[in-house]
């Protein structure tokens, strides 16, 4: 079975810094990864997938995330933190073949921005 | 953009009710899932279908039923609600199998 940890609940960062937010998942085979990003009443926003090649992947609104086999990382980066990136986000982790069943979600890091 | 659509942002219910969610999407997609999002634990699966009128049991089922009798259409039914139901729901729907999943903004459901 599949599963994914993000082991920070929480982070704090002044805006203009950098970030990174940290997901690692267990999976027996190439899993498909990706990173959601949920605003306070929201649904949740596709950021950026992961499926195979390029390792470095990059997303919408500035971010990237690198997928490391070796240590089954995909953690999500941000050069210089805004303040509307203040939210929760959620790495998931899917399997590259089965049922449609695919997704299973971390529990979270929310990130709060400092002006 | 692929759309999702959930029937309420907030609902309030009482125990004992029959309480539908409803979602719709308009992409044509195959497959449709409900989760329930709480505090701390993430998101978590409820039910799935693949198809019209198919479904499959998620991480957690006890309490809930689903229909699919359309295929832009997903319902989340809970057949006597109670106060442990009281969360956030969330829809989602996905094409083919390497690709994301695209979600609702969510029915923050309160049972009294």
């Known amino acids: 079975a599949q599963s994914v940890t993000q082991p920070d609940i929480h982070i704090t960062v002044s805006e203009g810094a950098s970030l990174e937010l940290r997901c690692n998942y267990s999976?027996?085979?190439?899993?498909?990864l990706f990173w959601y990003v949920q605003s306070p009443g929201q649904g949740l926003q596709l950021l950026l997938k992961?499926?195979?090649?390029?390792?470095l992947v990059q997303g919408i609104k500035g971010f990237e995330a690198e997928f490391k086999r070796s240590q089954s990382s995909f953690n999500l980066r941000k050069p210089s933190v805004h303040w509307s990136d203040a939210a929760e986000y959620f790495c998931?982790?899917?399997?590259?073949?089965?049922?449609?069943?695919?997704?299973?979600f971390g529990s979270g890091t929310q990130l709060t921005v400092l002006p | 953009d692929v759309k999702v659509t959930q029937s309420s942002r907030y609902l309030v219910k009482r125990t004992g009710e029959k309480v539908f969610l409803e979602c719709v999407q308009d992409?044509?997609?195959?497959?449709m899932f409900w989760y329930r999002q709480d505090p701390g634990l993430g998101l978590r699966l409820i039910y799935f279908?693949?198809?019209?009128?198919?479904?499959e049991k998620g991480d957690i089922p006890e309490g809930y039923s689903v229909s699919r009798e359309k295929k832009e259409r997903f319902s989340l039914i809970l057949e006597s609600a109670s106060t442990s139901q009281t969360s956030m729901y969330l829809c989602?729907?996905?094409?083919?199998?390497?690709?994301?999943?695209?979600f609702g903004d969510g029915t923050r459901l309160s049972i009294l």
């Open positions: 989602a729907s996905r094409g083919g199998s390497n690709q994301p999943q695209h």
């Open positions: 999976y027996g085979a190439t899993p498909y």
């Open positions: 992961y499926f195979s090649g390029d390792t």
């Open positions: 998931a982790v899917g399997a590259s073949s089965g049922s449609a069943r695919q997704l299973t």
């Open positions: 992409m044509d997609h195959e497959n």
């Open positions: 279908s693949y198809d019209v009128k198919m479904k």
